[in-house]
């Protein structure tokens, strides 16, 4: 939501050093890299290295007893790791006839949908313990908004803005994503494996989509925008076979069966999800 704001400011810079938009670059990116230092030193790793008191240190670790996945354990484990491995919003809202910087003012109402659906997401998904259907929900949002931009005719410049507010639903997917991640990858190593990979992945979609934007293909970016279609339809696919997949096997869990006074012992073993047979998916 920010973001608009500042790209609307920057605009005004008129130095003969730097354009615009390195400076914007250079100011944001010392903001996020100072962010970024302050995190490492103040947020804990574990909650026993946290500023909780004892009594909600217990309860804290309690609830990873609970759901098998342990506390943080410093040891990599490369069976672990093997096991892990089996915007360019606003050129968008111009090319519907605004101007630079009135699109960079509407492009704060995306970030306002963004975290308006992030917050509700998350509301949901804590609130009934699920992460697929608020996941699909935000997808399908967004695929209906890249149906709009990309098919409706050039003069319904509302539609289409309201299509581009659409696809920024698939923003608040990103941190349901992580949850999903946290709640159904046991193991440290494992864990932090695939929390890296998914900011990989995260970082090569930034760099690539924007490629999609030619110059070839103004002022519409008509093959852009089927790709962003395509995008959310594949994540639709990939996060429904992966609960069809979590559903199963937890099934065959439950029909194994397993010795429930071996639980607590096992909460803390640093097991993968695949190796504690009393992990059970959170779908």
């Known amino acids: ?8 400011g920057f605009q005004h810079y008129t130095g003969k050093e730097f354009k615009s938009w390195q400076i914007m ?6 903001f996020t890299a ?22 909600e240190k217990y309860h804290a670790i309690e609830r990873l007893r ?14 672990q790791f093997r096991e ?17 910087k009135e699109a960079a003012l509407l492009n704060m109402r995306g970030g306002a949908t963004n ?7 998350s509301y949901l998904a804590t609130r009934y313990n699920q992460r697929f259907f608020s996941f699909i929900a935000l997808i399908l949002l967004g695929l209906t908004g890249g149906c709009l931009i990309a098919f409706l005719p050039a ?3 509302g ?11 698939t923003g608040a997917a990103t941190p349901v994503t992580y949850s999903w991640i946290s709640a159904n990858y046991a193991g440290h190593t494992k864990k932090v494996t695939m929390s890296a990979i998914l900011l990989i992945c995260f970082s090569i979609g930034n760099i690539v989509g924007p490629l999609t934007f030619r110059t070839a293909d103004e002022p519409d970016f008509i093959p852009a925008k089927v790709t962003i279609i395509v995008m959310c339809a594949l994540a639709v696919t990939c996060a429904s076979v992966l609960k069809f997949y979590h559903l199963w096997e937890n099934r065959r869990r439950d029909r194994l069966g397993s010795d429930d006074s071996q639980a607590a012992d096992l909460a803390f073993a640093d097991l993968t999800d695949r190796e504690n047979l009393k992990f059970r998916y959170r779908v």
């Open 1 to 8: 939501m920010s973001g608009g704001l500042i790209s609307f």
């Open 25 to 30: 670059f250079l100011v944001v990116g010392l």
């Open 34 to 55: 100072a962010s970024g230092i302050l995190a490492f030193i103040l947020l804990p790793d574990s909650p026993l290295s946290s500023r909780l008191s004892p009594r």
């Open 66 to 79: 609970a759901n098998q996945t342990g506390i943080e354990n410093k040891t990599w484990k490369w069976y």
């Open 84 to 100: 892990s491995m089996s915007n360019f919003q606003a050129t968008v809202i111009a090319s519907f006839g605004f101007t630079n």
């Open 115 to 121: 975290l308006t659906t992030c917050l509700i997401a």
């Open 155 to 157: 003069h319904q410049r």
């Open 159 to 169: 539609g289409k803005l309201f299509g581009m507010y659409l696809c920024n639903c």
